[in-house]
Nanobody, 114 residues
Framework: QVQLVESGGGLVQPGGSLRLSCAAS????????MGWYRQAPGKERELVAA???????NYADSVKGRFTISRDNAKNTVHLQMNSLKPEDTAVYYC????????WGKGTLVTVYS
């Protein structure tokens, strides 16, 4: 059974940092493209960053230079390092597995407040 469990969300002031983690189980993690999406109140869910099995990365323009996605295949974990956070980064962040028809984690809330 596939499971994606996010952690690391919380409250942070503008300019601060958070590191999100997603622990995967039930899949051959190293073979999967993984990603992070986010959904802000009243908005559609959007792709934030993705990383392929080979380590290639892709970012939304809004987070380029501030966020970094990485993976640890030994620990079946994908991370999202978020720096220079802005109030508009406030959202529920979801871990996503691109293959196998797609699979979502339950999300973790990030709130950037002044």
């Amino acid at each position: 059974q596939v499971q994606l469990v996010e952690s690391g969300g919380g409250l942070v002031q503008p300019g601060g940092s958070l590191r999100l983690s997603c622990a995967a189980s039930g899949i051959i993690f190293r073979l999967n493209t993984m990603g992070w999406y986010r959904q802000a109140p009243g908005k559609e869910r959007e792709l934030v960053a993705a990383i392929t099995s080979g380590g290639s990365t892709n970012y939304a323009d809004s987070v380029k230079g501030r966020f970094t996605i990485s993976r640890d295949n030994a620990k079946n974990t994908v991370h999202l390092q978020m720096n220079s956070l802005k109030p508009e980064d406030t959202a529920v962040y979801y871990c996503y597995r691109f293959s196998g028809g797609g699979y979502w984690g339950k999300g973790t809330l990030v709130t950037v407040y002044s």
